[in-house]
């Protein structure tokens, strides 16, 4: 898997085992004691994670290298706050329902942050925080939710190979193409190198 990043370039990243209790999706829901996931784990899962500088992402040469070799040629800046976009409870919500996309995610964090939840290879939800500077890339095909924490704010370029589609396929996914492409060279792989 030689496009995956390497251990150093996801080791900026916080990740644990998420608790699924009652509370209000924006706090960590971390266990007592917390339950830490190393960074490799998220990249067996197929999750990249750069950290770039935020405060310059005009002509950033480590994001033009990265938009180059990826193959992204569409971005654009989102906002997600209370009064920063249209029907915010509704994509709030819908942001944190279990989906898929048949490309990839892409999001850079410009200021702001929040939490991504993903399924681990035995369906346990992994969560991560994503702040300013991360780049993150969540594969095609992989389960996840997100949500912001409690400063209830994010802004993040997003990025796209080609023309952007920001369809969310809500579980159950599984009969499409960029499902079993996932659980046959990500999940799958693994299971067999056990
Ligand atoms: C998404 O698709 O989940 C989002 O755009 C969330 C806000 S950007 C981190
Ligand atoms: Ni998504």
């Not at 960074?39 to 033009?64: F, K, S």
Request: proline content about 6%; hydrophobic content about 35%; glycine content about 6%.
């Amino acid at each position: 898997m030689s496009e995956m990043a390497s251990d150093s370039e996801l080791a900026c990243v916080e990740a644990w085992y998420y608790n699924p209790s009652g509370e209000d999706s924006r706090l960590p829901h971390q266990y007592d004691p917390n339950r830490p996931v190393p960074p490799h784990h998220l990249t067996e899962l197929g999750v990249l994670i750069w950290e770039l500088d935020a405060d310059h992402y005009d002509n950033n040469p480590q994001l033009e290298k990265i938009k180059k070799d990826r193959g992204y040629n569409y971005s654009d800046i989102v906002t997600v706050a209370p009064g920063m976009m249209e029907d915010y409870d509704a994509k709030i919500k819908h942001f944190f329902t279990e989906h898929l996309h048949a490309q990839e995610e892409i999001r850079f964090v410009l200021e702001g942050g929040g939490y991504f939840d993903v399924r681990d290879y035995d369906e346990t939800w992994i969560r991560f925080r994503i702040r300013k500077g991360h780049l993150i890339v969540l594969p095609p095909g992989m389960y996840h939710r997100f949500t912001l924490d409690t400063n209830n704010y994010v802004k993040a370029m997003r990025l796209f190979m080609g023309l952007p589609c920001w369809t969310q396929h809500q579980r159950p996914a599984d009969d499409m193409e960029a499902r079993r492409t996932y659980i046959a060279k990500v999940l799958n792989n693994s299971i067999a190198a056990q």
